[in-house]
């Protein structure tokens, strides 16, 4: 028997259903409840009396005076250094007049990081006469040179210097800076995750690539037959143009104890033939062309793989900015590193600055104060052993961005990362750092789904898409710019 319904019956409806609905978000606060082993969510009480629970973030004015282009042009002559270094100091002065930088977009430093700027700068302005290193640290928003390459090729234009820096043995990241391949004995370890080495002897970028496995005591060397493996480098089509630029390469080694042979090869042809010193100590072999080399592969063979460092593809003098990034990792790997060999490491390749990118892969897990408190006391011995390693070094560490987690259906940032924040400035200027507010720069609480929204940011709120890293990265150039124009007085 068919019955019709009235206006009034579907409103009786409705509002029986909202009472019964009413009556469980009464009676369950929380939202959720476990039965038989499944957990049930309802809206909470906290979020049916809000309206609206996420800030609402307008990003046209924070990028509004933010210029990514012209990368391609800058004071840099030909071979990548600037014959006046006054001038290079003037022009950015003018730049900063501009637009106005807002306050928190500068770099946040004591005096004693102010020091360690200021010396720094010097030798920034001086590079065309003594090659000085950047090393840029970081996990996995700057994987790939993503962030690392804008940054490079800025600083080379306004003060000197070719060539992308370091890069792995064995490298795992897409990237566009240039093309690598290796044999398929070539084995990656790692102090930040997956395979190690029981030595902990990685140099500069905390991996090292081997063709045979580490030895134990037990093998007989005589026993072993010779191995052969190859890495094969090349600049990026796509790279920047600076990049590009670069006519020697540097292979970094060390841990050779048996004899190793060398055989380099440009374009496929046999160029040059030579052995690896086998003392076990850390050595630096240099390839040099007279013009940019292309595709070359370096062959060994031995009984025994030593360890191979990386390579650093340099121009003469200048800048060079390295990019070492660390997928998961959160910045706790100096104290687990050989700190006789690194010690000698950076002082040899003149480290200079540490940018240091860290603090987003641990968000997750902060979970109350304390957990919070005790992250960043470990961070911050990280950062004294840095100063230990290197004292006249000037360290910058750059914060992790906002960061979302889906909340009741909302995305929102992690209620604990403003606090977190604050613990790493903190911790930063006073180690005499300088310390540049991601958070803040790209808008504060709640940015980052505006960032997501506009195309600037990935689907899991977290990392930056190329065009969202080319916009922080220039924000961080303007700060560190600002704060030589400021600082610097030659």
């Known amino acids: 028997m068919h019955k019709d319904y009235k206006p009034f019956h579907v409103v009786v409806f409705i509002a029986v259903c909202l009472a019964l609905l009413g009556t469980v978000v009464y009676l369950m606060p929380s939202g959720k409840f476990e039965i038989f082993g499944y957990e049930l969510r309802f809206l909470t009480q906290e979020r049916l009396h809000k309206v609206q629970t996420r800030r609402e973030v307008d990003i046209s004015k924070i990028i509004a005076d933010v210029d990514t282009t012209a990368l391609e042009t800058g004071y840099a002559t030909t071979n990548g250094l ?65 962030m690392t390459s804008f940054i490079r090729q800025r600083i080379q234009s306004q003060f000197g210097g070719t060539g992308p820096g370091f890069i792995p043995a064995v490298n795992v990241y897409p990237t566009f800076t240039f093309e690598s391949e290796y044999s398929s004995n070539f084995m990656r370890y790692t102090n930040f995750g997956g395979q ?98 292309q595709k070359v592969r370096f062959e060994f063979k031995s009984k025994v793989s030593p360890n191979i460092l990386g390579f650093s593809l340099d121009g003469e003098n200048g800048v060079q900015v390295d990019n070492i990034g660390m997928r998961g990792s959160s910045g706790t790997f100096f104290d687990r590193i050989d700190q006789k060999m690194a010690k000698q490491i950076y002082e040899e390749q003149n480290v200079e600055l540490f940018i240091m ?62 606090y977190y924040i604050g613990l790493m400035k903190k911790a930063t200027q006073e180690v005499g750092g300088a310390y540049f507010d991601m958070y803040e720069s790209m808008g504060g609480k709640d940015a980052m789904v505006a960032w997501v929204e506009g195309g600037l940011a990935s689907a899991d709120h977290i990392h930056f898409t190329n065009k969202g890293a080319s916009i922080v990265a220039q924000k961080f150039y303007d700060a560190l710019m600002s704060a030589y124009a400021k600082l610097y007085k030659e």
Not at 238 to 257: E, F, V
Request: aromatic share 10%; charged share 20%; hydrophobic share 35%.
């Open 357 to 418: 990118q860290f603090g987003g892969n641990a968000v997750p897990y902060i979970k109350d104060s304390t957990s919070a408190q005790r992250i960043v006391r470990f961070f911050k011995g990280q950062l004294n052993t840095i100063k230990k390693l290197k004292p006249d070094a000037a360290i910058i560490v750059i914060g992790p961005s906002d960061m979302s987690v889906l909340i009741e259906g909302e995305y929102t940032t992690y209620p604990l990362l403003p």
């Open 82 to 146: 600037h014959a006046d270094s006054a001038f290079v100091r003037d022009t950015i002065a003018e730049q900063k007049m501009n637009f106005t930088i807002a306050q928190s977009d500068l770099l946040e430093f004591y005096e004693s990081g102010e020091k360690q700027l200021i010396s720094f700068f010097e030798k920034l302005n001086n590079a065309s006469d003594k090659k000085i290193r950047i090393l840029h640290y970081g996990d996995s928003q700057i994987e790939g040179d993503r």
């Open 196 to 293: 190690a080495l029981t030595s902990n002897r990685y140099g500069i970028l905390n991996s090292v690539g081997r063709f045979t496995p580490e030895l134990n005591d037990s093998v007989i060397i005589d026993s072993l037959k010779v191995e052969t493996g190859w890495i094969q480098i090349a600049p990026g089509e796509r790279a920047y143009s600076l990049a590009k630029q670069y006519n020697t390469i540097y292979l970094h080694y060390s841990d050779a104890t048996e004899r190793c042979l060398l055989n380099i090869y440009q374009n496929d042809v046999l160029v040059q033939t030579d052995s690896l010193i086998n003392d076990g100590k850390y050595h630096v072999y240099t390839f040099q062309t007279e013009n940019n080399p």
